[in-house]
């Protein structure tokens, strides 16, 4: 019996055993135990077993564990699950320094577990704690610093947290379920400090959360933010209506994402924009109307989206979808088959690469077109449906030519409505300048007009008498070289007329551009306003000139923003021409710089 290394007393009806009951099996490495009718377990039934490594006591009637030292000091599982024990010591597995898997799940009635009760078992790597009553977070893992997997789902009461704080040492946990545990979003995060329950994970790939009540799951960033090595992340059944661009923004590492069977209503454009790895994406069996246009775009690697089941009507033209997608289940949605859809039909064909699957459940919802409702998708054919939309052509071809003819009223009206633009200038803004104090009756003459000799014709039949009728109380008129002062040199003579008017003014045209002494009475008007410093100089052009074509000076003087005048034979054109006229013929403005010559 001493070389005996493996024994079986599995099924039988052991009620009990003696103390050392095994000593003389010191080879002994594997016991099985399971579905006896132990009532009670005793460490020291081993006494004397140095070489055990497996122990399995599960599916018993184990209420409890005598307390004392466990000399299988080379024990690396031990499986208590399926028991009926009530509460986990301190001191109840002092010795097992080397054990590697310790199974405590489905002890229903397991309500106390001590602080420390792993304390010393430094090289535990996993831990299950499944299906018991009722577990308390308060450094019950402290010890645990190679532990790689627990396990504690499907809690009959709640698994309470005592404090955030509860991960911080274990930082080779790789797989952590937490499922159904009655965890609630307080228990995630503080927000005062803002810490997540998870500090401390670095290591860890898999995190389940399914079947607890997280509707109001915190919209922070840094909840999820210590899981740098996260792949997978379950969120099934967690009662979610609401997914902000915050919950996952840190994730650049997952891989798998699973958000099916909740009440999602509303997802965030960017709510996965930072997912560049995700493959795997489960949005089935939710309620979600709609689906943003760029919300897959930064899920580059995106194999598998599963959509089914939601109440999708339509998806808008230009929705991005993963370039590596190579399935698409959007079945069981109400899709509405008609010209909104077409797109999406035409990219299904197009995309070879993706299944599209079931497509016999994909339907064509009640609101389709008659001849396809309760038929599935692909039965649609949008160039039978959706030819020119004649109202659309034929609504941007009335708004073109509505704007036609407006921008031609304009142009025809351009001089009314730039009269009345002036005027409304006046009327809200009016002017404040610095002007001269004298006014026109202080000076020898009120106008001085200077103009080529080959515009006299215009001057004599057009503008003195449109002087004569709109600005009567003009009675001292110096017209051209004719009103000159006689016994005067020509110059002198010029500069009188200039010194000693109100205003001067200069009809431009293309003959007077090209002569070199009407140049020369340009010039001395402007050497007299720097004289001065006072804007004497109403500039009127007479006929439309090209810029490149007027004089230097002229530009000069325009570049200043200076105010001309221009001739027109539109009687809104003249209208605005007088209102103009009038407004520069009240004052002089003072300037404060010199006009280069």
Request: glycine share 4%.
């Amino acid at each position: 019996m001493t070389m005996q290394n493996e024994l079986n007393l599995s099924q039988n009806k052991l009620i009990g055993l003696l103390y050392g009951a095994f000593s003389c099996l010191r080879n002994l490495e594997y016991v099985n135990l399971a579905q006896n009718r132990l009532n009670e377990f005793d460490p020291a039934w081993f006494t004397g077993c140095k070489s055990l490594k497996i122990l399995n006591v599960s599916r018993n009637n184990i209420v409890n564990i005598k307390y004392g030292s466990w000399n299988t000091t080379n024990l690396q599982i031990l499986d208590f699950s399926s028991n009926n024990l009530k509460s986990i010591g301190r001191s109840m597995f002092t010795g097992l320094s080397r054990l590697r898997i310790l199974r405590l799940g489905r002890n229903r009635e397991l309500k106390i577990i001590a602080q420390d009760p792993f304390k010393g078992m430094t090289a535990l790597e996993n831990l299950t704690l499944n299906n018991i009553g009722r577990f308390v977070l308060n450094g019950t893992l402290a010890d645990l610093r190679n532990l790689t997997f627990f396990d504690c789902s499907f809690l009959i009461r709640e698994v309470k947290v005592a404090s955030i704080h509860q991960f911080t040492h274990t930082s080779a946990l790789k797989t952590l379920d937490m499922s159904f545990t009655h965890i609630s979003p307080d228990d995630l995060v503080n927000k005062e400090i803002k810490e997540s329950l998870f500090h401390g994970l670095v290591s860890l790939h898999t995190l389940k959360l399914r079947g607890n009540n997280l509707q109001d799951l915190p919209e922070v960033s840094f909840m999820f933010s210590p899981l740098q090595q996260m792949k997978k992340l379950d969120l099934v059944r967690c009662n979610l209506q609401r997914i902000t661009s915050q919950v996952f923004k840190n994730l650049g590492g997952l891989e798998e994402l699973l958000l099916n069977t909740n009440s999602i209503v509303y997802i965030s454009e960017y709510a996965f924009q930072n997912l560049q790895n995700l493959s795997s994406l489960l949005l089935q069996y939710n309620r979600i109307y709609s689906i943003g246009k760029n919300l897959f775009k930064g899920t580059t690697n995106l194999k598998r989206l599963y959509l089914q089941e939601n109440k999708i009507t339509t998806i808008e033209p230009g929705t991005v979808f993963p370039p590596r997608l190579l399935r698409l289940n959007i079945s069981g949605n109400i899709l509405i088959c008609n010209c909104e859809l077409a797109w999406f039909v035409h990219w299904t064909r197009t995309a070879t690469n993706v299944s599209f699957g079931p497509q016999n459940e994909t339907l064509c919802s009640n609101n389709s077109f008659s001849e396809l409702q309760n038929k599935p998708i692909w039965s649609f054919h949008p160039e039978e449906y959706c030819g020119i939309n004649i109202i659309l052509v034929t609504g941007v071809s009335i708004a073109i030519i509505i704007v036609m003819f407006l921008s031609l009223l304009v142009y025809h009206k351009r001089w009314w409505f730039n009269h009345k633009m002036f005027l409304l200038k006046l009327a809200i803004l009016g002017y404040d300048e610095i002007t001269e104090d004298a006014d026109p009756s202080d000076y020898q003459y009120q106008l001085n007009i200077m103009f080529h000799d080959d515009d006299a014709e215009w001057v004599n039949e057009n503008l003195k008498p449109a002087l004569e009728e709109r600005m009567p109380h003009l009675q001292n008129i110096a017209f051209g070289d004719e009103d000159l002062h006689l016994g005067m040199y020509y110059l002198n003579a010029l500069h009188h007329n200039i010194d000693n008017s109100f205003k001067t003014v200069l009809l431009i045209s293309n003959k007077s551009e090209d002569d070199a002494w009407f140049m020369t009475k340009l010039r001395m008007a402007v050497e007299h306003v720097n004289d001065t410093k006072l804007d004497k100089i109403i500039l009127i052009f007479l006929e439309d000139i090209h810029e490149a074509s007027l004089p230097y000076l002229v530009r000069l003087l325009l570049s200043r923003n200076k105010p001309y005048l221009l001739v027109t034979e539109d009687e809104d054109g003249q209208e605005l021409f007088w209102a103009q006229f009038e407004k520069e013929m009240r004052v002089n403005k003072v300037i404060n710089s010199v006009i280069p010559i």
